[in-house]
C-alpha cells in the first residue's frame, strides 16, 4: 500500500544519493551523447550529400522527442517503479545510436536517431529526477544540482573525444563506440530504487490466537442456544388447544401473502434493471467518468495552476536555445573561421560555463543574496547578450568566452527552474507526472524552434538570424520571471497591507 504523500517522511540522503548519481551518469551520456552528434553533424552532412539543417534538424528532433515522450513515461513509472522504466530507456538508446552507424539512407538515420535513441532518452532524464525527489525535500537544490553536474562534463569530455574518434574511425565508427557507452544507461537504471518508507507494511496476524478465540466464540454461541430452544420447548409445550390452531392457522396466512409479495418485488425489480441496462447500452459509456479517468491518469490537473503554466513557458523558451546552442555550436564556429579543432574545444567551453553557472547559482540561493527570479533574470540576460554577439566574434579565444558565459546564463536558468519546480503544490506522487509535461512541452519547442532556426540557417546561408532566434528566446525567458518577480512582490505587499 502506498504511504500517504503527505505523511512521507524524507530521508534526505542515504541510498538517495546513489540515485543521484545515476541521474548524474544519465546527464552525463545523454547530453554528452547530444554534444558529440553536434561534432559528427559535418561528417554526416558530407557522407549523406544533404543539407546541413537536415542533419541539425535530426539531431533537434532528437532532443525534442525524448522530452515529448516524457508524460508517456511518467504514466508508466508511475505504475510499475522507475528501475524498470529507466533500464529500457537504457536499451533503446544504445540501439538507436548503434543502429544508426549501419544505414546508408537518410530516412532510417531519421527512425534510428529520433525514434529510437530519442525515446529512449525520454524514458530516462525525468524519470531519474523524479525518483531521488522520493529522498530529498531540504537539500532537493543540492542534490539536482550534482545531478545536473553531468551534463557539463559530457560536454568537456565528449566534444574533443568524438573529434578524435571521427579522425580515427570516421563518424560511422564514433556511433558505435558511442552506443556501447550509451548502453551503460541500462546500469543507471539499476541503481534505482525507491525508499522503504515510501510503503506501508501489512501487520501480521497470530492465526493461532485467532483460532483458539473463534472456538471459544463458537462453543459460548452453542451453549447459548442449546439453552434458548429448552426454554422454548417447555412454553410451547405449556400452550395448548386453540392457541395452537389460531397460531398455526396465521403463520399459513402470513406465509402465503409474503410469497406472493416477494414474486410481485423481484418481477418489479427484474423489470427495472432490464431497463436501466437497455438504457445504458443505447446511451455508451459516462463521459463524465471516462473524462474524469483520462484527467486522472494524465494528470491534466496540473494545468489549473498558474505556476505551474508560467515554469511550462519559461521551460519551453529556454528550451529553444539550448537545444540550439548544442547543435549549431560547432557549425557556427566553423563558418566563423576556426578549424575543426578549434571548433570541437568549443564544446569543453560550454561544459565548463555550464559547471559555473549552477554552481554560481547554487551559491546565491544558498546564501540568500538573491531571489530566484532575480538570479534567473541576470542569467538569462548574460546569455540573451552572448547568443547575439556570438556570429559576430572571429577569434578562437572570444568565441570559447562568449560559449562561457552563454553556457553558464542558461545552465543558470536551468538550476533555477528545477529548484522552483520541486517546490510547485503537488503532492509527491504527482512530481513525476509535473516533470513529464514540462518535459514535453520543452521538447515540443526544442523540435519546432530548431527546426524554424534551420531553415533560416538554410535561407539566409549564415548563422545571424539562427542566433538572434535563440537570444530572443532567452529575452523571454527573463520576461517571464521579471513577471514572476512582480507576482511574488505583490504577494509579499498584499500580506502586509492585510496585517495592517
Same mark, same amino acid.
Given at each position: 500500500?502506498?504511504?500517504?504523500? $503527505?505523511?512521507?517522511?524524507?530521508?534526505?540522503?542515504?541510498?538517495? =544519493?546513489?540515485?543521484?548519481?545515476?541521474? #548524474?551518469?544519465?546527464?552525463?551520456?545523454?547530453?554528452?551523447?547530444?554534444?558529440?552528434?553536434?561534432?559528427?553533424?559535418?561528417?554526416?552532412?558530407?557522407?549523406?550529400?544533404?543539407?546541413? =539543417?537536415?542533419?541539425? &534538424?535530426?539531431?533537434?528532433?532528437?532532443?525534442?522527442?525524448?522530452?515529448?515522450?516524457?508524460?508517456?513515461?511518467?504514466?508508466?513509472?508511475?505504475?510499475?517503479?522507475?528501475?524498470?522504466?529507466?533500464?529500457?530507456?537504457?536499451?533503446?538508446?544504445?540501439?538507436?545510436?548503434?543502429?544508426?552507424?549501419?544505414?546508408?539512407?537518410?530516412?532510417?538515420?531519421?527512425?534510428?536517431?529520433?525514434?529510437?535513441?530519442?525515446?529512449?532518452?525520454?524514458?530516462?532524464?525525468?524519470?531519474?529526477?523524479?525518483?531521488?525527489?522520493?529522498?530529498?525535500?531540504? $537539500?532537493?537544490?543540492?542534490?539536482?544540482?550534482?545531478?545536473?553536474?553531468?551534463?557539463?562534463?559530457?560536454?568537456?569530455?565528449?566534444?574533443?573525444?568524438?573529434?578524435?574518434?571521427?579522425?580515427?574511425?570516421?563518424?560511422?565508427?564514433?556511433?558505435?563506440?558511442?552506443?556501447?557507452?550509451?548502453?551503460?544507461?541500462?546500469?543507471?537504471?539499476?541503481?534505482?530504487?525507491?525508499?522503504?518508507?515510501?510503503?506501508?507494511?501489512?501487520?501480521?496476524?497470530?492465526?493461532?490466537?485467532?483460532?483458539?478465540?473463534?472456538?471459544?466464540? /463458537?462453543?459460548?454461541? =452453542?451453549?447459548?442456544?442449546?439453552? +434458548?430452544?429448552? $426454554?422454548? #420447548?417447555?412454553?410451547?409445550?405449556?400452550?395448548?388447544?386453540?392457541?395452537?390452531?389460531?397460531? +398455526?392457522?396465521?403463520?399459513?396466512?402470513?406465509?402465503?401473502?409474503?410469497?406472493?409479495?416477494?414474486? $410481485? &418485488?423481484?418481477?418489479?425489480?427484474?423489470?427495472?434493471? /432490464?431497463?436501466?441496462?437497455?438504457?445504458?447500452?443505447?446511451?455508451?459509456?459516462?463521459?463524465?467518468?471516462?473524462?474524469?479517468?483520462?484527467?486522472?491518469?494524465?494528470?491534466?490537473?496540473?494545468?489549473?495552476?498558474?505556476?505551474?503554466?508560467?515554469?511550462?513557458?519559461?521551460?519551453?523558451?529556454?528550451?529553444?536555445?539550448?537545444?540550439?546552442?548544442?547543435?549549431?555550436?560547432?557549425?557556427?564556429?566553423?563558418?566563423?573561421?576556426?578549424?575543426?579543432?578549434?571548433?570541437?574545444?568549443?564544446?569543453?567551453?560550454?561544459?565548463?560555463?555550464?559547471?559555473?553557472?549552477?554552481?554560481?547559482?547554487?551559491?546565491?540561493?544558498?546564501?540568500?543574496?538573491?531571489?530566484?527570479?532575480?538570479?534567473?533574470?541576470?542569467?538569462?540576460?548574460?546569455?540573451?547578450?552572448?547568443?547575439?554577439?556570438?556570429?559576430?566574434?572571429?577569434?578562437?579565444?572570444?568565441?570559447?568566452?562568449?560559449?562561457?558565459?552563454?553556457? *553558464?546564463?542558461?545552465?543558470?536558468?536551468?538550476?533555477?527552474?528545477?529548484?522552483?519546480?520541486?517546490?510547485?503544490?503537488?503532492?509527491?506522487?504527482?512530481?513525476?507526472?509535473?516533470?513529464? =509535461?514540462?518535459?514535453?512541452?520543452?521538447?515540443? *519547442?526544442? &523540435?519546432?524552434?530548431?527546426?524554424?532556426?534551420?531553415?533560416?540557417?538554410?535561407?539566409? /546561408?549564415?548563422?545571424?538570424?539562427?542566433?538572434?532566434?535563440?537570444?530572443?528566446?532567452?529575452?523571454?525567458?527573463?520576461?517571464?520571471?521579471?513577471?514572476?518577480?512582480?507576482?511574488?512582490?505583490?504577494?509579499?505587499?498584499?500580506?502586509? &497591507?492585510?496585517?495592517?
Amino acid at each position: 500500500m502506498r504511504a500517504s504523500p $503527505k505523511n512521507h517522511v524524507y530521508q534526505e540522503g542515504g541510498w538517495g =544519493w546513489i540515485v543521484v548519481f545515476a541521474a #548524474c551518469l544519465s546527464e552525463f551520456v545523454v547530453a554528452g551523447s547530444l554534444k558529440a552528434f553536434g561534432v559528427l553533424i559535418t561528417g554526416m552532412k558530407d557522407d549523406f550529400d544533404t543539407g546541413l =539543417w537536415i542533419i541539425g &534538424s535530426i539531431n533537434s528532433l532528437h532532443l525534442g522527442v525524448q522530452f515529448i515522450l516524457t508524460p508517456v513515461a511518467s504514466v508508466v513509472a508511475r505504475k510499475v517503479g522507475g528501475r524498470p522504466v529507466i533500464s529500457f530507456g537504457g536499451f533503446l538508446f544504445g540501439l538507436g545510436v548503434v543502429l544508426s552507424a549501419l544505414t546508408h539512407n537518410i530516412a532510417f538515420l531519421a527512425v534510428t536517431i529520433i525514434a529510437i535513441a530519442g525515446s529512449g532518452a525520454g524514458c530516462i532524464l525525468e524519470i531519474v529526477r523524479a525518483e531521488f525527489a522520493l529522498y530529498f525535500h531540504e $537539500k532537493y537544490d543540492l542534490a539536482i544540482f550534482v545531478s545536473l553536474l553531468g551534463a557539463p562534463i559530457g560536454f568537456l569530455l565528449y566534444g574533443p573525444a568524438t573529434q578524435i574518434l571521427l579522425d580515427t574511425y570516421g563518424w560511422r565508427g564514433a556511433m558505435v563506440i558511442l552506443g556501447g557507452f550509451g548502453f551503460h544507461l541500462i546500469c543507471a537504471g539499476m541503481l534505482v530504487r525507491r525508499p522503504t518508507g515510501i510503503y506501508k507494511a501489512i501487520p501480521i496476524q497470530d492465526l493461532s490466537t485467532e483460532d483458539q478465540t473463534t472456538d471459544q466464540n /463458537e462453543y459460548q454461541t =452453542w451453549e447459548q442456544s442449546e439453552d +434458548q430452544m429448552s $426454554k422454548h #420447548c417447555e412454553h410451547q409445550i405449556s400452550k395448548q388447544g386453540e392457541d395452537q390452531i389460531l397460531k +398455526q392457522s396465521q403463520d399459513q396466512i402470513s406465509n402465503h401473502s409474503e410469497d406472493q409479495l416477494s414474486k $410481485k &418485488s423481484e418481477d418489479q425489480t427484474s423489470e427495472q434493471s /432490464e431497463d436501466q441496462l437497455s438504457k445504458r447500452s443505447a446511451q455508451g459509456p459516462d463521459p463524465v467518468k471516462w473524462r474524469d479517468s483520462v484527467v486522472s491518469a494524465l494528470g491534466l490537473e496540473i494545468f489549473i495552476n498558474f505556476d505551474f503554466v508560467l515554469l511550462a513557458a519559461i521551460r519551453m523558451f529556454y528550451s529553444i536555445s539550448f537545444g540550439g546552442i548544442l547543435v549549431y555550436m560547432v557549425p557556427n564556429g566553423l563558418s566563423a573561421g576556426l578549424t575543426n579543432g578549434q571548433a570541437s574545444f568549443l564544446s569543453t567551453a560550454f561544459g565548463l560555463g555550464s559547471m559555473a553557472g549552477p554552481a554560481l547559482a547554487f551559491f546565491v540561493l544558498k546564501r540568500k543574496l538573491a531571489s530566484c527570479q532575480v538570479t534567473a533574470i541576470i542569467a538569462a540576460a548574460v546569455s540573451a547578450v552572448g547568443l547575439a554577439l556570438d556570429p559576430f566574434i572571429p577569434s578562437f579565444a572570444g568565441q570559447m568566452v562568449n560559449t562561457f558565459f552563454v553556457a *553558464a546564463g542558461i545552465a543558470a536558468v536551468i538550476q533555477v527552474v528545477c529548484v522552483l519546480t520541486r517546490y510547485l503544490p503537488f503532492t509527491v506522487d504527482k512530481f513525476v507526472i509535473v516533470l513529464g =509535461w514540462l518535459g514535453f512541452l520543452g521538447g515540443l *519547442a526544442t &523540435s519546432v524552434g530548431d527546426t524554424l532556426a534551420g531553415l533560416l540557417y538554410d535561407v539566409t /546561408e549564415s548563422f545571424y538570424g539562427t542566433f538572434f532566434l535563440y537570444s530572443a528566446a532567452m529575452v523571454a525567458t527573463g520576461l517571464l520571471f521579471l513577471l514572476d518577480l512582480c507576482r511574488a512582490r505583490y504577494r509579499e505587499w498584499s500580506k502586509e &497591507s492585510r496585517a495592517l
